[in-house]
């Protein structure tokens, strides 16, 4: 069974779901009594994005996205990868995922994907809640966390929306903490327009180039997830990503979680299908997502600083694709 829309994280099991009163008090105390169910789909503009879900026995299979984007001929697009904000933390460094999206807003060939991550998630009565490093704002409004978390992220991803930017979004770990809100369902829900939700992992088929009649189209195929973890060390995160290789066909892989950011254009080598025997050469792209997230700041130690977590890369990196000459380059993106 099909379906050109999306669950929240309970999905298809939402009848079935019998609450408890303990699991009454819990959403009571996150939601506060104004919530909107994210359950309901929401109003998507399907020349632009269709997302199609397949159930088997009530369990979501994977999902798979269609972007599409006006480019130049060459099919030449921007793909930016948005990671881990943990939004609702004192270390989160706003300034600048803001100058990040704006610069993205800004982009007439861009795509974005964000992979997870939106709050820490960690409210009263969670493993590891820490009321020294959560944002007072956040604090202020404990018994309406979720709804106080939506508004502020809504506020964070308009840009793109206004722009008409596609935006497809992963849910990642923290963000699950929360997952009997469907937390980051119920913001695309809020956005519409061009954001599509991509639960814990899919596909994203994007295609470009000229799209009048008998102009020339062009697709890349991106794998999406959260991912898992690495390691404190470069070179565990890097084998982490190689792996996705071993059982993903696609152009590009892209993962958050490590909060260290990293892109590596790898060559891939093969021959023609048909025609002449000639050897083809191919980028295939892996793509650690940028973390928005300090290591350290005045006055508060966290999870990493507890944990013995080094630093991360904070360069903030894109790829610029040309579909039509079968190239990629990466870019480092720099603050005005």
């Known amino acids: 069974m099909a379906f050109n829309s999306y669950y929240g994280v309970l999905g298809a099991n939402m009848q079935q779901w019998q609450p408890t ?4 008090k819990s959403l009571q ?3 506060g009594t104004n919530w909107q169910s994210p359950f309901m789909p929401p109003v998507v503009d399907k020349t632009v994005i ?3 879900c397949e159930w088997t026995k009530q369990e979501l299979s994977m999902v ?3 972007v599409e984007r006006k480019t130049p001929a060459s099919g030449a697009f921007r793909l930016y990868a948005i990671g881990d904000m943990h939004s609702d933390r004192k270390e989160f460094d706003e300034a600048r995922f ?3 999206i704006k610069h993205i807003a800004q982009d007439e060939a861009s795509v974005a994907i964000f992979v997870g991550d939106l709050l820490e998630g960690r409210i009263p009565g969670r493993k590891h809640f820490d009321v020294d490093v959560v944002r007072p704002d956040f604090l202020m409004n404990l018994k309406q966390y979720v709804n106080h978390g939506l508004d502020v992220l809504e506020e964070y991803f308009k840009p793109l929306i206004e722009a008409g930017v596609p935006i497809v979004f992963v849910s ?3 963000d699950e903490y929360l997952e009997e809100v469907g937390l980051t369902a119920g913001l695309v829900q809020r956005l519409g327009g061009t954001a599509a939700y991509l639960g814990g992992e899919g596909f994203v088929r994007v295609r470009t180039g000229n799209f009048r009649k008998g102009g020339g189209l062009y697709t890349t195929s991106i794998y999406a997830t959260h991912g898992t973890g690495g390691g404190k060390r470069p070179g565990s995160k ?3 990503m190689q792996d996705y290789f071993e059982c993903i066909d696609a152009d590009v892989v892209i993962a958050g979680h490590v909060h260290d950011g990293d892109i590596r254009i790898i060559p891939a080598y093969g021959i023609q299908r048909s025609g002449t025997l000639d050897l083809v050469e191919s980028p295939r792209v892996a793509y650690r997502a940028p973390s928005f997230v300090k290591r350290s700041i005045p006055g508060v130690v966290g999870y990493q ?6 630093s991360g890369d904070e360069g903030l990196m894109y790829v610029q694709f040309t579909p039509q000459h079968k190239k990629a380059i990466r870019i480092e993106f720099e603050e005005d």
């Open 21 to 24: 009163q303990q699991d009454m």
């Open 29 to 31: 105390f996150v939601l």
């Open 50 to 52: 269709t997302v199609e």
């Open 64 to 66: 798979l996205v269609d």
């Open 98 to 100: 803001k100058a990040y």
């Open 172 to 174: 990642g770990n923290h």
């Open 238 to 240: 890097v084998n982490a």
């Open 305 to 310: 600083g507890r944990k013995g977590y080094p």
